[in-house]
């Protein structure tokens, strides 16, 4: 019989290789991609050893060149990017070289940089969305940061006559090399570092192209290449038992950061596929209708997924009592006006949709158990968290009784708790904040005048600060009553914030604990059966589990 970590696994593979079917299927089959995809393959075929984020940081420091790679479709692949820049400012002067700008177009980014073009007027000046059709929002973040840190941008990337033909893709290679090459021999004691498709960084393809060129000025650098999620290490990792390293030494000068699941990388592509840069309007008419049956099926299947591990069994109707609707949905709200049941939830469900929050809905239509979700955008992490709390509600049955407010709130701790413990079966690297975040978070913030967002953040981050503190001095019940009685009565945001927070940090340390064996998948069943109507006792649930697994440690990654 296979072992919870084992079948959590084999859940990973169904998935990643259902995706890799459906991406083959929109490629179709391409010679020079696949050449090129190979050459870079070859230098990851295993690792030397399982490093960490302070020994990357080192060899990055101790560079002079560093080839960053990326996968455009991926949001987590550019947060990578910024983490690093972020640890290593102020300790070298910095030149970021992005493959998102063309060279073409250099005297466009300097002055957007210098702060003498707006954002729209720049990103209409160099034709954005035909020279980069990927998401603005995932880089503008690391735009953002180059401009408050006055990091010089170099645009890299030029047109081709056909980026699939492979000509094409060593044409580029050679142009970003004599970009890159020149801002080496110009800026002696500075980090360039560049970011550039990932097939790009293998030590075959640009970053020889750029060593040639400094070798004919006799020119010499200390080179570093950082890969991102490749496939194949993170299964050898997972024969290992190794799958939760999250930074890989690949050899002396290659590096592999381990920060998404193999599934979820290829879901990034497939959503940019099928979706405009918002994630929410698909880009071809023809493609609506069946994209949302896949992404309905897609649900469906987590919640199954989720349950098998755990032995959950679903009664065999409630998939089919479930409705799943996009933000694409434009008549969501009128079909909500539609539903007697619902129309005294209508002002939470537009506030949560003004946020940008997925959702689930248990409601009574025609004497029967019904169900609805709300996905705001492609986000599989949303996805499998709303499945999780399908499968929870399904199996706890409706609250058919009035609780107080100090109750209501606990049980949506425990019901956020499961979700995001639930999430976790479908992206292991998924991430919660952690109490020394949290504090770094406040520490920082007291440097900078916060946005409206930032200092709903704040009360949030100090809230949460403070519960920990009372849960550690092990205080009664009137204790907390005293202290967030203004919390527990609230319908703001900030309040619910709180509670699914809460839910969050308990449910990564949870599904930490059941992998490992410190927690039983028993005790886990009883909490998604729970309807926790008696008066303390999610709380009393809360606060069991987290004495139990406090000692756990929940994986950071990079």
């Given at each position: 019989m296979k072992t919870f970590r084992q079948q959590l696994i084999a859940i990973q593979r169904r998935i990643y290789r259902k995706n890799v079917r459906r991406m083959q299927d929109n490629l179709g089959h391409n010679s020079a991609i696949k050449r090129y995809e190979k050459e870079y393959s070859h230098y990851l075929k295993n690792y030397e050893e399982i490093s960490n984020k302070a020994e990357l940081i080192k060899k990055v420091l101790a560079s002079d060149l560093v080839f960053h790679g990326?996968?455009?479709?991926?949001?987590?692949?550019?947060?990578?990017?910024?983490?690093?820049?972020?640890?290593?400012?102020?300790?070298?002067?910095?030149?970021?070289?992005?493959?998102?700008?063309?060279?073409?177009?250099?005297?466009?980014?300097?002055?957007?940089?210098?702060?003498?073009?707006?954002?729209?007027?720049?990103?209409?000046?160099?034709?954005?969305?035909?020279?980069?059709?990927?998401?603005?929002?995932?880089?503008?973040?690391?735009?953002?940061?180059?401009?408050?840190?006055?990091?010089?941008?170099?645009?890299?990337?030029?047109?081709?006559?056909?980026?699939?033909?492979?000509?094409?893709?060593?044409?580029?290679?050679?142009?970003?090399?004599?970009?890159?090459?020149?801002?080496?021999?110009?800026?002696?004691?500075?980090?360039?570092?560049?970011?550039?498709?990932?097939?790009?960084?293998?030590?075959?393809?640009?970053?020889?192209?750029?060593?040639?060129?400094?070798?004919?000025?006799?020119?010499?650098?200390?080179?570093?290449?950082?890969?991102q999620n490749e496939e194949n290490l993170y299964w050898k990792l997972c024969k290992q038992g190794q799958e939760e390293a999250d930074v890989l030494k690949v050899s002396e000068n290659i590096y592999c950061l381990m920060n998404t699941l193999p599934a979820n990388k290829i879901q990034s592509y497939l959503n940019?596929?099928?979706?405009?840069?918002?994630?929410?309007?698909?880009?071809?008419?023809?493609?609506?209708?069946?994209?949302?049956?896949?992404?309905?099926?897609?649900?469906?299947?987590?919640?199954?997924?989720?349950?098998?591990?755990?032995?959950?069994?679903?009664?065999?109707?409630?998939?089919?009592?479930?409705?799943i609707y996009y933000a694409s949905d434009l008549y969501f709200i009128d079909m909500i006006y539609d539903i007697p049941e619902l129309k005294g939830k209508i002002r939470l469900i537009k506030e949560r949709i003004r946020r940008d929050e997925g959702f689930l809905i248990e409601y009574e239509r025609d004497g029967e158990e019904s169900y609805l979700i709300y996905l705001a955008n492609s986000s599989i992490n949303m996805a499998a968290e709303e499945a999780c709390h399908f499968l929870n509600a399904v199996l706890r049955g409706r609250l058919n009784i009035a609780l107080s407010l100090f109750d209501r709130f606990y049980r949506n701790v425990m019901t956020e708790c499961l979700g995001f413990f639930g999430s976790k079966f479908i992206n292991e690297k998924r991430k919660s904040n952690t109490e020394n975040a949290i504090r770094r978070f406040l520490g920082n913030a007291k440097h900078d005048k916060p946005s409206f967002e930032d200092a709903e953040n704040i009360k949030v981050a100090r809230l949460l600060l403070q519960h920990f503190y009372l849960q550690r001095k092990g205080a009664d019940v009137q204790e907390f009553m005293k202290k967030f009685y203004p919390q527990y009565k609230s319908q703001s945001a900030v309040s619910r914030i709180f509670s699914t927070q809460l839910g969050y940090m308990l449910g990564n340390r949870l599904y930490y604990a059941v992998k490992s064996g410190k927690f039983s998948v028993s005790k886990v069943r009883e909490i998604f059966r729970d309807p926790f109507d008696e008066s303390e006792k999610a709380f009393e649930c809360y606060l069991e589990i987290y004495n139990q697994i406090k000692k756990v440690n929940p994986v950071m990654r990079m």
């Open positions: 990326d996968y455009h479709t991926l949001r987590q692949s550019q947060r990578s990017i910024l983490r690093v820049l972020r640890e290593i400012k102020g300790k070298r002067d910095i030149i970021l070289c992005l493959e998102m700008f063309h060279g073409s177009d250099q005297k466009y980014v300097d002055m957007f940089m210098a702060g003498k073009m707006s954002e729209s007027s720049f990103l209409k000046k160099i034709d954005y969305s035909k020279k980069w059709s990927f998401s603005w929002s995932n880089w503008s973040p690391l735009i953002s940061f180059c401009c408050r840190e006055r990091i010089p941008v170099l645009g890299i990337n030029t047109n081709c006559e056909d980026d699939s033909d492979l000509r094409s893709l060593r044409c580029r290679d050679q142009y970003s090399a004599r970009i890159i090459a020149k801002a080496v021999i110009r800026n002696p004691g500075k980090l360039v570092y560049v970011v550039d498709g990932d097939y790009h960084v293998s030590p075959n393809h640009l970053p020889n192209n750029v060593e040639q060129l400094l070798c004919q000025l006799d020119e010499s650098v200390r080179s570093l290449i950082i890969c940019w596929l099928d979706y405009s840069e918002d994630a929410y309007f698909p880009a071809h008419k023809d493609w609506e209708d069946d994209f949302v049956e896949d992404s309905g099926m897609m649900v469906q299947d987590m919640a199954t997924a989720i349950a098998s591990p755990l032995n959950l069994e679903l009664p065999p109707d409630a998939l089919e009592r479930l409705l």
